[in-house]
């Protein structure tokens, strides 16, 4: 019998007849609860929070919700096959883990080993600028498994240059620019705590580490520490750039670039003229702009502006098997998934991202089976219907 991400569940089953349950729940809010429950206030507080009143985060959900699926029965869904196609290279399924900062709040195993867990089952792994180990430790926990790098866009172009020089020479394929971030945003679960992981000394490897970004600071690292994370602060974003600076990027990363944050049409047009190969619509998970459009009500819409010219990704919401399925019809060719895996991270290390991994694609297997498609890219709008907020 071919082998399906769907087998997971019968495996969870069987280990159950030797009295063997997950050591984690299926259930992503059940999840979320027990990362609330037992991890320490200010990381889940990180984790967990968002922008402002958190509006721009639940509405993420309903959008999703909103949209529900139409199955159509009698398709012969028996053999399936979820690899996607997708800038230039084969994944197993349409999924990537999102890139994610300062993982060592989470556990101590840190991006190395989430990258590992990514790494076990083909999924790309998006390291972030701002992780708590340096690039080049992760690529090698990862042999030559996929990985690609997001980088935080700053203010010092021989940083820039330094990182994209580093992500490049350990193996990294993809730029993931990040565009909504040049500042930190309003977080009042953070605020409220005083917590932010940086002033921690957390997530600022890449930095500390480079030599570009060395060569800034009065003093070395070691001697003064908070100058060094203060000099991050001051530097990991650029609220000045502006679509031509694009060119910069282009010039210094051989293989493609992905921008994320884009929300408007017109933006994603602006992408495609800069000469950039995806664009991940995202809110970054609502922890940006409160108020802000779901990033899936933004799908459709950049889709239809530049999906024949661009690759479309997706997240902000995504939690099941069903919101992948969702995002694929309304226009993504595959998503990230964010704080799923970083809850499964904290609660049980690099085997606590296999099984967020598992559950999502297990379900967007079903999904995709119970509702006649064998194949991911034969997901389109018309399998789905809008129905009243
Ligand atoms: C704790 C945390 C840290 C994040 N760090 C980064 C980052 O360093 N770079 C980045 O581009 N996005 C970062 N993101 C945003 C994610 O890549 C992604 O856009 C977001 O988590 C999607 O929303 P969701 O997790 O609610 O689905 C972070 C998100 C969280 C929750
Ligand atoms: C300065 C923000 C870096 C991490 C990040 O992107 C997030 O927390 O959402």
Wanted: glycine share 10%; net charge negative; hydrophobic share 45%.
């Amino acid at each position: 019998m071919a082998q399906h991400w769907a087998d997971f569940q019968y495996e969870i089953y069987l280990n159950g007849t030797t009295g063997a349950v997950p050591r984690l729940p299926t259930d992503p809010s059940r999840l979320e609860e027990l990362a609330e429950h037992r991890l320490g206030p200010g990381p889940v507080g990180y984790v967990a929070g968002s922008a402002g009143d958190g509006s721009t985060a639940r509405a993420n959900q309903a959008a999703l919700d909103r949209h529900r699926i139409v199955p159509r029965m009698l398709r012969d869904v028996h053999a399936r096959d979820l690899t996607t196609e997708l800038l230039g290279r084969t994944l197993p399924a349409p999924l990537a883990l999102a890139p994610v900062g300062v993982l060592s709040i989470m556990h101590p195993d840190a991006e190395s080993a989430a990258a590992r867990a990514a790494a076990a089952r083909g999924v790309p792994y998006i390291l972030s600028s701002a992780s708590s180990t340096p690039l080049e430790q992760v690529a090698e926990a990862m042999g030559d498994a996929e990985r690609w790098f997001q980088l935080y866009w700053g203010k010092d172009r021989e940083v820039t240059r330094s990182f994209l020089g580093r992500a490049q020479a350990s193996g990294y394929s993809v730029l993931v620019v990040t565009l909504d971030t040049p500042l930190l945003a309003w977080r009042p679960r953070d605020l409220d705590q005083a917590y932010l992981p940086f002033l921690h000394g957390v997530g600022t490897a890449n930095y500390v580490t480079d030599p570009a970004f060395r060569a800034g600071l009065a003093k070395p690292v070691h001697e003064d520490p908070n100058a060094a994370v203060m000099h991050f602060l001051g530097l990991f974003g650029d609220a000045g750039h502006t679509w031509p600076d694009l060119a910069f990027l282009r010039e210094h990363w051989d293989g493609p670039i992905v921008l994320k944050g884009v929300l408007h049409p017109d933006d994603a047009r602006l992408a495609a003229d800069a000469g950039v190969d995806g664009v991940v619509v995202s809110n970054h998970g609502g922890r940006q702009v409160a108020g802000s459009i779901a990033a899936a009500d933004a799908l459709p819409g950049v889709a239809d502006a530049v999906g024949d010219r661009l690759t479309v990704l997706f997240d902000s919401g995504v939690r099941t098997g069903a919101d992948v399925f969702k995002a694929l019809a309304l226009g993504a060719r595959a998503v990230l998934l964010g704080r799923p895996y970083v809850y499964g991270f904290g609660l049980d290390g690099e085997a606590g991202v296999d099984h967020v991994i598992r559950c999502v694609l297990a379900e967007f297997d079903l999904t995709l089976a119970l509702s006649g498609h064998a194949r991911p890219d034969t997901v389109t709008r018309a399998d789905l219907a809008e129905t009243a907020p």
